[in-house]
């Protein structure tokens, strides 16, 4: 439900209580009223009545009954002994004092247990006091006396729920543009911020401070400006320490291409090749990954043919001089269509299968493959394999274990960024990636298989 539909239920809820409670209030408290400031008049009134019906007793009981019903009252007809001679409702009994004041020919009031009147009977011929009539207030609220404050109140509520409704959506629509504005800048739009909540032409409103939902609207634009800023600033310093870093490696390169290749030196500068080109590797990771960190969406979507981008990182391996001698295979299959950003989809899984290179043992097998609704392509090794504890904690920057592999094993440690580099890369496709066993022989987990799951058709 929206903001401003709970603001303006519960609105109408409280009205709806508030109105119930004074109503009742106003019933009980005013039960009477008009008995109050009518009730010496009723109580003569109904005496000149009751005394027609004297010697009737059973006209005398419905002519007081239909009273009872038609005024909305209890009375009760006695003669000077105290006896009833008639009664309806439920009345209580009168005192001695008023009673006696009663026979004296006096008409008396009283407010309490519930506002009566008593008045004398007189006999409509010779005009001597016969008995005495007690007229009071019903004890028991009868629909009436709720029904008239219901209805106004029903009346009020209608009005104010017609006027209060432009008032919810006013309050709570800074409040749903600050939420988009949130999504958005969450999204990755940096420059997303909320409109300003207005404040109004008035003079007293262009004084008035700020209320809590303009203070949030600024807060939240204020801390959108310093991120906007501060991953700015990230890019700026990232773009210049690549720049820096990759002149002194381009010197380094050009010096040993420089130096004798002659006896022992060539294996040396082979090895110190390879370590400039990891190195270089890992400073495009590190760009890459901060890059992804920083926009979190791939950059250029369109429909890619899993198995041949699969084909082409095979025959990539066949030359490079870190995976070039391990021996690369693809997994037959037919074509399979994905919308994903191709250049970091290669990047992830070329990071994957030096990944097996360096730590694993050949055959690597690429493979390709639908499930779950999306396109899952893994790179697979038959080396000693990842424990099951550490898969999830592999996928960690910088993360190293001590050994890459299963403890026990002579494989070096890894270190680096790129399944780190490969998750963020499905994280960004909608995807997912995960870290299991190639294969079970007899109980026994042997090598490793990582899979990016990407959704198919999905377009981030």
């Given amino acids: 439900m929206r903001l401003h539909s709970r603001v303006y239920l519960h609105s109408l809820a409280v009205l709806l209580v508030v109105g119930a409670a004074t109503s009742l209030v106003f019933a009980i408290v005013n039960r009477g009223g008009a008995f109050r400031e009518m009730g010496e008049r009723m109580a003569v009134h109904v005496a000149g009545l009751a005394a027609e019906r004297l010697a009737d007793p059973p006209g005398l009981a419905r002519r007081i009954e239909r009273l009872h019903a038609d005024f909305d009252l209890d009375l009760t007809v006695r003669d000077l002994a105290g006896r009833t001679l008639a009664q309806a409702g439920v009345v209580d009994e009168a005192t001695p004092d008023v009673l006696e004041a009663a026979r004296a020919g006096r008409v008396v009031t009283r407010a309490r247990p519930v506002p009566y009147a008593v008045a004398p009977v007189r006999d409509p011929g010779t005009g001597a006091i016969v008995g005495s009539v007690q007229v009071s207030a019903r004890r028991r609220m009868g629909p009436a006396a709720l029904l008239r404050p219901l209805l106004f109140v029903a009346v009020v509520l209608v009005v104010v729920a017609l006027a209060s409704r432009p008032l919810a959506r006013r309050l709570s629509r800074p409040l749903e543009r600050l939420t988009e504005a949130a999504r958005r800048l969450g999204g990755g739009d940096l420059g997303a911020r909320a409109p300003s909540v207005a404040r109004g032409r008035r003079w007293w409103r262009r004084h008035a401070p700020a209320d809590e939902i303009a203070e949030l609207t600024r807060a939240f634009n204020e801390m959108a400006e310093r991120v ?19 002149s002194p490696l381009a010197r380094l390169r050009m010096a040993l291409a420089l130096l004798p290749r002659e006896g022992a030196a060539e294996a040396h500068l082979a ?44 025959d990539r391996a066949r030359h490079d001089p870190l995976v070039a001698g391990k021996t690369v295979v693809v997994a037959e299959g037919p074509r399979l269509a994905l919308v994903a950003d191709e250049a970091l989809l290669r990047r992830a899984l070329w990071n994957l299968i030096e990944n097996a290179a360096k730590y694993g043992a050949p055959p690597i097998t690429l493979a390709a493959e639908t499930g779950g609704g999306g396109v899952s392509m893994s790179v697979s090794d038959e080396g000693p394999g990842i424990a099951p504890a550490a898969r999830e904690r592999v996928l960690d920057p910088f993360y190293r274990l001590d050994a890459a592999r299963t403890p026990g094993t002579e494989a070096p440690a890894g270190v680096g960024l790129g399944l780190t580099f490969a998750r963020r890369v499905a994280q960004v496709h909608g995807g997912t990636i995960a870290v299991t066993a190639a294969r079970t022989v007899d109980g026994h987990e042997l090598g490793c298989r990582v899979a990016i799951a990407i959704p198919q058709g999905e377009t981030v």
């Fill in 228 to 246: 906007e800023r501060l991953v700015g600033g990230q890019k700026e310093l990232l773009a210049n320490v690549s720049h820096e870093l990759r």
């Fill in 271 to 314: 090895e110190a090749e390879r370590d400039l080109a990891e190195l270089d590797r890992l400073i495009d990771d590190v760009l890459a990954t901060a890059r992804l960190e920083a926009t979190g969406l791939p950059t250029r979507l369109a429909e890619i043919d899993a198995r041949a981008l699969l084909a082409g990182l095979a």
